[in-house]
């Protein structure tokens, strides 16, 4: 599904991302974990050329990309394969002018040309499945951040994605908000969507995810199994990191 092979990203003399390799299989859920500053988010938004790759290999459901240092991507290769993907993000980005309803139905119909009756019947079955049908006649300053975030994961879900991207989805919540959105999350999992996850919900990469990565100073420390890492990591900075945490959320 997703292939990662030698991607670097640089910020002028900024070196960022330091030759990752990193495999995702198709229905499977990959936990990106790591100290701030380490690349986590900066590797997601590679993903779907939010930030461009200035070295390496990205391939992502058949589409492959190789970038060299000062190439200029074709914007239908950008397109193809932003089409792939869906981003959910840490602070909503909903329209704030437009209903939860219509937040789902805006990108159907404005890229992908859906009708309106069309849109409108796949966004009411999202909405339902996030749990706020009820809701949909909303607008965001109505619904409070967790049911924005739960929005915000429907809409991506209407472009019928590959792959769901998610930047700390939760980091701007409440922490009583926090559970709706991880089981939401943990819902999509369970029903076998390929996701990659940046977040310090260690919880949620304990028990959703299927392959949780370590990331630091630009570099994957350590991967595997949630088991694996979290009670038998190998590496001395994993254990530091972990050790850090206390097992806990962060």
Known sequence: MIQLHNLHKRFHDLHVLRGIDLSVEEGTTTVIIGPSGSGK?????????????????????GHRLDFRSGQKLRQTDVIALRQQTGMVFQSYNLFPHMTALQNVMEGQITVQKRSKDAAQDKALKLLDKVG???????????LSGGQQQRVGIARAMAMDPKVLLFDEPTSALDPELVGEVLKVMKELADDGMTMVVV??????????????VFIDQGVIVEQ??????????QQERTRQFLNRLGGRSV
């Open 224 to 233: 595997g199994p949630p088991g694996d890492l979290f009670e038998r990591p």
């Open 199 to 212: 977040t310090h919900e260690m919880a949620f990469a304990r028990d959703a995810a299927d392959r949780v």
């Open 41 to 61: 988010t900066t590797l997601l938004r590679c993903l779907n050329l939010l930030e461009v790759p200035s070295e390496g290999t990205l391939e992502l459901a």
């Open 132 to 142: 706020l049908r009820e809701r949909a006649d909303m607008y965001p300053h109505q």
